[in-house]
């Protein structure tokens, strides 16, 4: 796994260099993907009700409850790879 650890965290600082700020959705997917690899299911209770950016990282996160963090990190390097392409 500490390949796929390296590959990960190179992805974490390659997705900060990109051409073009990403949507929102993708963005989305970004974070929880990154949440999921590196702190694996989701544990936190839900953001109040006016915290509209804390909710949807919150929902985005909590869909990808149960899937194991290598997975995670896989699904994160190919978006990071596809994102740079």
């Known amino acids: ?7 990960f965290e ?10 073009m700020r ?3 959705d993708t963005l989305l997917k970004l974070y929880a993907l990154y949440k999921q690899g590196t702190e694996g ?10 915290d509209f ?4 990282k919150h929902e985005a996160w909590a869909q990808l409850n149960g ?5 995670a990190m896989r699904r ?4 990071v790879r ?4």
Not at 1 to 6: F, G, H, T, V
Not at 10 to 19: F, N, W
């Open 22 to 24: 990403p949507d929102n």
């Open 82 to 85: 596809q994102l740079l392409a």
């Open 67 to 71: 899937v194991p963090t290598e997975e």
């Open 53 to 56: 950016v804390g909710t949807a």
């Open 41 to 50: 299911d989701l544990q936190r209770t839900q953001p109040g009700f006016f």
């Open 10 to 19: 190179q992805a974490a600082e390659d997705v900060k260099g990109l051409p």
């Open 1 to 7: 796994m500490n390949d796929l650890r390296r590959e």
């Open 76 to 79: 994160y390097i190919a978006l």
